[in-house]
Nanobody, 127 residues
Framework: QAQLMESGGDSVEAGGSLRLSCTFS????????VGWFRQAPGKFLEGVAT????????YYSDSVKGRFTISRDSTKTTVYLQMNSLKPEDTGTYYC????????????????????RGPGTQVTVSS
């Protein structure tokens, strides 16, 4: 069973940057799809970005496109989320997860296709 762990969350001012990391254990990446999701208090889980670990093809939600970048390292054991030009509305707990559903869609619009979510890391952006 995959075990995921997020890190890198912090409190920053609007306009600042953070880089989140998602590390895996007990899992072979292969051609996996990994996604970053976030949840603000009182709101539903929102897809942020997804990436095919094999070839690096990535997808973004409209709310972060142009500001966030998802990537994986050369050993394909860590997935990153570089967040620039942060806004207060980016505040929330950020999670990474792996696409597990049969016939999954590797896109932020399909959070229901992802599982093995980590405990999350908190991002707070102040205005």
């Amino acid at each position: 069973q995959a075990q995921l762990m997020e890190s890198g969350g912090d409190s920053v001012e609007a306009g600042g940057s953070l880089r989140l990391s998602c590390t895996f254990s007990s899992y072979s990446w292969g051609s996996s799809c990994v996604g970053w999701f976030r949840q603000a208090p009182g709101k539903f889980l929102e897809g942020v970005a997804t990436i095919f670990v094999g070839d690096g093809e990535s997808y973004y939600s409209d709310s972060v496109k142009g500001r966030f970048t998802i990537s994986r390292d050369s050993t394909k054991t860590t997935v990153y989320l570089q967040m620039n030009s942060l806004k207060p509305e980016d505040t929330g707990t950020y999670y990474c997860a792996i696409a597990v559903a049969e016939g999954y869609v590797c896109a932020p619009t399909h959070p229901q296709d992802f599982g093995y979510r980590g405990p999350g890391t908190q991002v707070t952006v102040s205005s």
